[in-house]
């Protein structure tokens, strides 16, 4: 979950935190960082929707042929 902490930094992390902020900040601080990941997750899926749908809405669409195309002059 933590990557290559291991315990013993996350326990140091957490009292850090604990002396920095307070105790009672830290849990406000929690819930703000929670947030904080939760709109980021959410924000996040939306662009990647949004990419695949124009994605696949362009594949779907037939080429158009535009004027200057070397296909349109006759000879």
Do not use: W, Y
Not at 30 to 53: C, H, I
Not at 54 to 75: L, M, Q, T, W, Y
Request: proline fraction near 5%; aromatic fraction near 4%; charged fraction near 30%.
């Amino acid at each position: 979950m933590f990557g290559s902490l291991g315990i013993q930094e996350i326990l140091l992390i957490l009292v850090i935190a604990l002396l920095v902020f307070g105790p009672k900040r830290l849990p406000e601080l929690g819930k703000t960082v929670g947030r904080a990941l939760s709109e980021f997750r959410r924000a996040s899926s939306d662009l990647r929707s949004s990419l695949e749908n124009e994605v696949r809405r362009i594949g779907e669409e037939p080429k158009k042929i535009e004027p200057g195309d070397s296909k349109n002059h006759a000879g």
